[in-house]
């Protein structure tokens, strides 16, 4: 079963608009964390936010925030006021159990998000 | 500082030849661990490396690859006699491992290229 499921795989936005990159996910974990990455054409990944399981608040980095709903187990990311350089890959992941456990992330399929000026 | 870097940045080689692909952790990174990237399986984990524990090799994808990490830094992988579906971005990450949210960095990838 797909542990990491985005179901957009290419989605578009208008310069200084918001845009939600959908992530939904499954684990039987009580802990776990939740990272978004962006992967620019240059092919490096580059962290961009992080939900705890455990955290009450929604995540928030600059203009990168994370809604994460736990009962639905989602996590979307939301990027406001778009730029042109946000146009990339980003793929949501999830690392199981505590967060000492040093285990492996577990990737979604990525959405392309293509930035229009 | 200086982050996870990798090398070399493109490899091309012939099928059923030996490759070592290299990674340099962030200085003071504990946690080192190998992922590739193809079109037809997205990213998938290949192995992991904790200070001295035995590596968690459970993602290899066959008995032709292995990696090895000295002195607890550089990180060498290696696959012998590659196969064409062996193509693939191979991307290094370390992290500290040390609390929350023990966030992976990752390298620039190593781009495999087997003909």
């Known amino acids: 079963a797909q542990k990491i499921t985005q179901t957009q795989p290419g989605m578009f936005v208008q310069e200084k608009e918001a845009v939600t990159l959908d992530c939904t996910y499954d684990t039987s974990d009580q802990s776990y964390g939740l990272f978004w990455y962006k992967q620019p054409s240059s092919g490096e990944m580059i962290f961009l936010i992080y939900q705890g399981s455990y955290d009450e608040q929604n995540a928030t980095e600059g203009r990168y925030s994370l809604n994460f709903q736990k009962a639905r187990k989602s996590a979307n990311l939301v990027i406001s006021a778009s730029q042109l350089g946000d146009s990339a890959m980003y793929f949501c992941a999830m690392r199981e159990g505590r967060v000492t456990s040093g285990s492996r992330l577990t990737f979604g399929e990525g959405t392309q998000l293509t930035v229009n000026p | 500082g200086a982050g996870v870097s990798q090398s070399p940045s493109n490899k091309v080689t012939e099928k059923g030849k030996d490759v070592e692909l290299r990674c340099d952790p962030i200085s003071g990174h504990t946690a080192l661990y190998w992922y590739r990237q193809s079109l037809g399986q997205g990213l998938e984990f290949l192995i992991y490396f904790q200070g001295n524990s035995a590596p968690d090799k459970s993602g290899l994808p066959s008995d032709r690859f292995s990696a090895e990490r000295t002195g607890g830094s550089v990180s060498t992988l290696t696959i012998q006699r590659t196969q064409q579906e062996d193509s693939a971005v191979y991307l290094c990450?370390?992290?500290?491992?040390?609390?929350?949210?023990?966030?992976?960095?990752f390298g620039p990838g190593t781009r495999l290229t087997v003909l």
């Open positions: 990450a370390s992290s500290l491992r040390r609390g929350a949210p023990n966030t992976q960095y």
